[in-house]
Nanobody, 113 residues
Framework: VQLQASGGGLVQAGGSLRLSCAASGSILSINVMGWYRQVPGNQRELVAT???????FYATSVQGRFTISKDNAKNTVYLQMNSLKPDDTGVYYCNAVGTYTYWGQGTQVTVSS
């Protein structure tokens, strides 16, 4: 499975961004996809996940502001991020879990105050 993430950038606090993660390869083996983020010196932390049935989970810090969704026809998962805060700054990684765990390349999100 290959994961291609895109959509990061620089935005002011209160703004929005949408991240995309396109999956290719043995995608039928994937059970869950999600987004993690990491800042220098910290561990990678879970942001949101979505299952094949569409069940979602969010970190407490992003509940009500972020929405994870998927387009099965495009094999793509999205992370809509609204009301962004400086604390949301980090490198966001797409993740897929199935037979194995897969990671996409990171995309930088920077939220200025």
């Amino acid at each position: 499975v290959q994961l291609q993430a895109s959509g990061g950038g620089l935005v002011q606090a209160g703004g929005s961004l949408r991240l995309s993660c396109a999956a290719s390869g043995s995608i039928l083996s994937i059970n869950v996809m999600g987004w993690y983020r990491q800042v220098p010196g910290n561990q990678r932390e879970l942001v949101a996940t979505i299952t094949g049935l569409g069940n979602t989970f969010y970190a407490t810090s992003v509940q009500g502001r972020f929405t994870i969704s998927k387009d099965n026809a495009k094999n793509t998962v999205y992370l809509q991020m609204n009301s962004l805060k400086p604390d949301d700054t980090g490198v966001y990684y797409c993740n897929a879990v199935g037979t194995y765990t897969y990671w996409g390349q990171g995309t930088q999100v920077t939220v200025s105050s």
